[in-house]
Structure formats: structure tokens, C-alpha cells
């Protein structure tokens, strides 16, 4: 029998109380046996050999030496965030699925977000899809829904999936290069697939390149099932949508921060959540009726394919924030398990077959990983509602089960744990029919492999375009093989055939003399991150360099009203410590350009004062902090004698002038001294909300 206590965002914290541990007063073994010296081995004589007899020194090396754990295949590099998700209104009419009706319940979350390829020492910018997995411990037991930032995939079937798995991680002769696709074994497989074009779109897109988990979306991928309590089932898409928009690094920001800082996004979610920043995103559904399954030009359960936001619109039915951050890396975030399988009542499968071999591949990979069947019973794995079968035994089982019996049926037990019914929230698989002979063969609705990669290139702004085609000129041209690129751009040539000779242009091959297949001309606006609305700042990180004589006045004026808009802004000087500014007064230098780089920051700010500013400008670390978020787009502030550094640091085609008044020229915003701060730091505002001001067209001339 099911219980359906009622739960709530604490569920689960309460759950993991028991299990959270403090450090403890006394040193002792595993045994409980007090430590004296943990320094010193037990030794014969103080230079004698040491003695077989030191319990403690073997039992501390022993357990040292198995404290790794096989790392994941794929998505090894990840993040955690313990949070809550909350329905706007009772979905009924669509699933059964009770988290999905009340909108007073908050649902306990459990998210990682991760890059796919890297091993888990790798950086967090490479360019790479990111996972996007969600844990719901819903009363009925877990929901896990495993998805990505992009909504298709490289592949029609998962028997390819250890190929492609194979082919784009490190070679392995050499086990090289590191979380990165742009090698010959990657583009070989890629170049005899064809249906993975339209996930290669994506891939070299700025999407592959996110600038914070936070602003990602994130997509179920495949196509799923909702039913209701009447048995009624509808086709439906997931989508998370961030709250503080969709934005991205530019490919050489995202190069520089894997050096400066390769925990970047895993710095970037932890310290949000740390100063109350909490990351928030809408689930939204595609609801697809049965009936019109075949209504479209593509099949519904190809995942190289996504329903246009045009075709099916996005309906939001509820908001996830994340608010807490793990206690323990290893024991929350290593160890959580996802599995596409965890489904409750009112979510099912397709016929997917990407979907259908994940099903099996997921938790059969988490046994391996974690060493035993009984991984479930891991805390940040447990469910919140109770949990009655006869699984038993097995390595690490933590249980102490008192029955006697552990079979079904059985009338020793009283016939427990008895059968669910459906009406007690037993899940019933939906009653598909199913027909057909078995056979290895792809369905001929699978077959276009261009239209949607088209479709996607067709969405793209002028600036987002050009960033694929350069995408596609860094990864091809670290590829040896003459006949492999040769290869990927016939591939491209079927998508666009200006594209494609825009690519073998920058690559030095001869161009497709023809076109392939005719541009068909449909876009979807909904794919362009450039298009997206901007409406705020809220976590932005702005760098305000300074040295000591500082306008202390213009400072606090700016950071007041980036805190108003819920920036944060962070002094970086050429030193440590305090700052003095041009009144006597100190402000902290929270970073040094040592340990910053422009590439941390979303904006920089240049305040005023006379002698900070002769200072600043004789260090070049400084000048190169401005001319590199100018060739990177950001916004860029300055007032009074900050102007000067500006105009030391040669941004150009961005015209200075101070005219006595706030001027704003391609995303560069300056103030006369004396002028008006309020008007200036709105200025400066606006400029930060549009991420990038990719009007630069002299930015490639910066030699930064």
C-alpha cells in the first residue's frame, strides 16, 4: 500500500538530518576507539621499522585507498543544489502525477548540472552540451527528469550511444584532447552520421558555451507521456526556463576562464546560493494530443528533433528555485543517482528508442558506479515516502528488515507489503498497443536529418551565425584528416550552402560548388538566445578597478545602484588589502588583477581620481582588463579621470567625447566629473542587462 503523506520543500532536509554529521570533539577510529597520535605510526624504536600491529595506520591508509569511486562515463564534471519546485495550478487534466496538482505543495529537488564529455577534473567552459537533472522526491516516490541544455540529441538510437560516447571523448592512444570535441576520432563519426547534424548545430552554438548554470535552459529531450486519472494520454515536451534569461560566453572568454578559473559555473551557482541569489526556473510543457501525433513534418519520437515553440507553445506550470547548497560534495552530488526510469503516476515512456535505451543504461550504470543494488538507499538517494518491497541483502544494505518472510505472495506476513492499486496510487503503465515484427531497421519518418539543422541556422542572428561558422573553424581545423572535413562539409553543404563555403573558406578548402538541398527558409525566433528578452542584472558581477586616490564619492554612488539593481560589484586593484580613496577614507580590494580577470565579469567600472588613475594607467594589467571585455562585448563604465584609462586602453571606433553630459557609445558609458551619477549609473545598467554589445565591429583588432 502506498502511503501519500503530504510533503513539503523540507522533506527532504528532514530526511537527511539523521544522516548529517559534525566533525565530532575526539579524534577516534571507525570502531569508536579514542586516538592518541594520529601524526606517528607505531614504530619499533623511534628510526625502527614500523609495526603490522598499528590498527589505526591501516585502517586510515585502507580506507584512504578506496575513498574514489568509479567516475561517470559521460556528465562526470557536475554541480549540486538542493531546492524546491511548486505548481502554478493543478494540472488534472493532463496527469495524475500529484506534485502536479496542488499549487500550495512545494516538491523537494535535488538538481546537478554538468558537462557531458570531461572527466571530472576537467574545466566548466569547454564547449559542450551541459546535463540538466532533476530530482523531485514527490510523496508518490522520486521523479527523476534527465535532460541537457539542448533539446536534441546527436543520435536515433541508443545502440549508437557507446559509439558516440567513444568517438568524442580523448583519443585513446594518446587520451587526448580533454573535454573537447575538436579532434579527428569526433568529426569521423560525425561525418559518417548524418542525423547528428542538427545536435551539431547546437553544439557549435553559443549555447554550447554557457555563461552560469543559472542562465541555461534545460529540456527533457525526448518526448514523454502524460495521463491522467481518466486514462487519457497526451505527448509532452519538458522545458526549464531560467528566470535570469538565457546568456553565454563568447568562445575565446570561455577558452581564457578554463585557465583563470575552470571551476567557474561551479563557483558561479555555489556563490549565488550563498548570497541569497537563488537560482529560479519555470517548467514549461509542450502538450501534444494523441491525435495529432502525425501532424507533423517530423516524427515525435526522433530525438534529433524538437516541436518549434511557434508550432507548440511552451505553457509554464511551475517555478523550481534552488536554495540551498549540498553539505558534502562527495556524499550529495557524486553520489545522487539519476535515472530516466524513476517515473510516478501520470508520467510515462514513448517508444523513443534513445529514451527506451536510457531506461535500461541508467540504472545499471549507477550499480556499477556505486558498487551495489542497494546505492537507493544512499540518503540523497532515499525517497521521502516510505519505502516496502522484498529487495534484500546485497553489499551495503543498511536496512535491519524484522519479518520474517521477504517473498510475495505469503500469508505469514499478513500478505505484506500487499499489491498498490491504482486507485491507491499504484503506477499502471499506459496500455499502448504495440504491434509489428521484430526488426532492425530505422522508420522511414526518421529520415531527415537537414530541415531542423536548417531551421535552426535559419533562427540564428547575424552575430550568432557568424560565432557557429567560427565554432565550426576551430573545431574542423584541429581535425588532421583532409577527408574528414572534407566529409562534415558536404554534410553542411545539405544544410546551407552558403555555410558551408563559409566554413571551408576559413578552413582552406575548396568550397561545394553546388547547392545540395534549397534552403527551405522557416526559422523559429524562439531559438535565438539574441532574441530573448533582457530585463535584468540581478547577480550580475561587475569589476571596479582602483588604486589608492580613488573618487571614494563615485564608487559608492555605482555600487549602490548595481546592489539596487542586485549586482554584485567587486574593487580589483593592483594590491590586496585596503584602498584609499582620494578623501582618506578605505574600502576593501576584494581581488587583485593577479587573482581576476576581466573574463570573471559580466561589466567593469573605471572611477574617477586623479592619482588612481595615473596608477592604473602605468599597470598593464589594467589597460588589458578593459580592452578585454571590450573585444568580449561587455559593458564598460567610466567617469571623471577614468575616461583617461579608456582612452589609454584604445577602444575602438568608440568615440569619448565627454560633452559635459552622459554619453553612451556601443555598450561604453561615461560620465564628466561633476556630472550626474544617477543618470550615469542607469546608463550603465541598461548596458550591463544587454550581456553583449556585439555592435563592435573593430573588436578584433584589440590585441587582448
Not at 538542493?82 to 495550478?89: I, M, V
Not at 572534407?486 to 568550397?511: S, T
Amino acid at each position: 500500500m502506498t502511503d501519500h503523506t503530504p510533503v513539503n520543500d523540507q522533506s527532504k532536509q528532514n530526511d537527511l538530518d539523521g544522516d548529517r554529521k559534525e566533525a565530532g570533539e575526539t579524534l577516534t577510529t571507525n570502531q569508536g576507539v579514542g586516538v592518541t597520535n594520529t601524526n606517528d605510526s607505531l614504530h619499533a624504536g623511534s628510526r625502527g621499522p614500523t609495526l603490522l600491529e598499528d590498527f589505526h595506520l591501516r585502517e586510515k591508509m585502507a580506507h584512504f585507498d578506496r575513498e574514489r569511486i568509479p567516475e561517470r562515463v559521460v556528465h562526470a564534471r557536475g554541480s549540486g543544489a538542493h531546492g524546491y519546485f511548486q505548481p502554478y495550478e493543478s494540472l488534472a487534466e493532463l496527469t495524475k502525477a500529484k506534485f502536479l496538482q496542488d499549487p500550495a505543495v512545494k516538491t523537494p529537488v535535488f538538481v546537478r548540472f554538468s558537462t557531458v564529455t570531461g572527466f571530472r577534473g576537467s574545466a566548466d567552459t569547454v564547449r559542450d552540451a551541459r546535463g540538466f537533472s532533476v530530482k523531485f522526491y514527490t510523496q508518490e516516490g522520486n521523479y527523476d527528469l534527465v535532460g541537457n541544455n539542448i533539446p536534441v540529441f546527436f543520435i536515433q538510437d541508443g545502440i549508437k550511444f557507446p559509439d558516440l560516447v567513444h568517438a568524442i571523448k580523448p583519443e585513446p592512444h594518446n587520451e587526448m584532447p580533454q573535454a573537447a570535441a575538436a579532434h579527428d576520432n569526433f568529426w569521423d563519426f560525425i561525418s559518417l552520421m548524418p542525423e547528428s547534424m542538427h545536435m551539431i548545430m547546437w553544439v557549435l552554438s553559443d549555447r554550447a558555451v554557457p555563461r552560469s548554470f543559472r542562465m541555461m535552459e534545460g529540456f527533457g529531450v525526448h518526448t514523454f507521456r502524460f495521463v491522467n486519472a481518466e486514462g487519457k494520454s497526451r505527448f509532452v515536451k519538458f522545458h526549464w526556463k531560467p528566470i535570469l534569461g538565457v546568456h553565454s560566453l563568447v568562445w575565446d572568454e570561455a577558452q581564457k576562464l578554463a585557465g583563470k578559473d575552470p571551476d567557474f559555473s561551479r563557483r558561479d551557482l555555489w556563490e549565488a546560493i550563498e548570497k541569497g541569489d537563488y537560482p529560479e526556473f519555470e517548467l514549461g510543457v509542450q502538450i501534444v494530443e494523441e491525435e495529432d501525433e502525425f501532424k507533423f513534418d517530423f516524427d515525435l519520437l526522433d530525438p534529433t528533433k524538437l516541436i518549434p515553440e511557434e508550432e507548440v507553445p511552451v505553457r509554464a506550470i511551475g517555478k523550481m528555485v534552488l536554495n540551498r547548497n549540498p553539505d558534502n560534495f562527495f556524499a550529495e552530488t557524486e553520489q545522487v543517482a539519476f535515472q530516466p526510469s524513476n517515473v510516478v503516476s501520470g508520467i510515462d515512456f514513448t517508444n523513443d528508442p534513445v529514451l527506451q535505451s536510457r531506461l535500461f543504461s541508467y540504472p545499471d550504470t549507477q550499480m556499477h558506479r556505486l558498487g551495489s543494488p542497494n546505492f537507493t538507499e544512499l540518503p540523497i538517494n532515499r525517497p521521502v515516502c516510505p519505502v516496502n518491497n522484498n529487495q534484500r541483502d546485497g553489499v551495503m544494505q543498511s536496512n535491519i528488515y524484522t519479518s520474517k518472510v521477504n517473498y510475495a505472495p505469503n500469508s505469514l506476513g499478513g500478505g505484506c507489503p500487499m499489491m498498490s492499486p491504482e486507485t491507491m496510487g499504484g503506477f499502471v503503465h499506459y496500455a499502448e498497443r504495440v504491434e509489428g515484427h521484430k526488426i532492425r531497421e530505422r522508420s522511414n519518418s526518421f529520415q531527415d536529418h537537414f530541415s531542423q539543422a536548417t531551421l535552426f541556422l535559419n533562427s540564428m542572428s547575424e552575430v550568432e551565425r557568424e560565432h557557429i561558422v567560427k565554432a565550426a573553424h576551430f573545431e574542423l581545423g584541429k581535425v588532421q584528416s583532409k577527408e574528414v572535413k572534407e566529409r562534415v562539409l558536404g554534410l553542411f553543404n545539405h544544410i546551407d550552402h552558403e555555410f558551408a563555403k563559409q566554413v571551408a573558406a576559413g578552413l582552406g578548402l575548396p568550397e561545394p560548388e553546388k547547392e545540395v538541398i534549397p534552403n527551405h527558409g522557416k526559422s523559429s525566433p524562439a531559438l535565438s538566445i539574441d532574441k530573448m528578452p533582457k530585463t535584468s542584472i540581478k547577480s550580475r558581477q561587475v569589476a571596479i578597478l582602483a588604486a589608492d586616490g580613488v573618487n571614494g564619492d563615485e564608487v559608492m554612488a555605482v555600487k549602490e545602484a548595481l546592489a539596487a539593481s542586485g549586482a554584485h560589484a567587486k574593487i580589483v586593484s593592483k594590491h590586496g588589502g585596503k584602498v584609499k580613496t582620494a578623501n582618506g577614507q578605505e574600502i576593501d580590494a576584494e581581488m587583485t588583477f593577479l587573482t581576476g580577470a576581466s573574463v570573471m565579469f559580466d561589466a567593469i567600472y573605471v572611477p574617477g581620481g586623479k592619482q588612481s588613475i595615473n596608477t592604473l594607467k602605468e599597470e598593464g594589467s589594467a589597460i588589458n582588463f578593459v580592452t578585454e571585455a571590450f573585444k568580449h562585448c561587455k559593458a564598460i563604465a567610466a567617469s571623471g579621470e577614468g575616461i583617461h584609462l579608456l582612452s589609454s586602453a584604445d577602444l575602438k571606433g568608440v568615440n569619448l567625447s565627454v560633452n559635459g553630459k552622459v554619453a553612451a557609445d556601443r555598450g561604453v558609458v561615461i560620465c564628466p566629473s561633476g556630472g550626474d551619477l544617477g543618470q550615469f549609473s542607469q546608463a550603465f545598467i541598461d548596458a550591463i542587462m544587454q550581456h553583449r554589445h556585439w555592435m563592435r565591429t573593430e573588436k578584433e583588432m584589440v590585441p587582448a
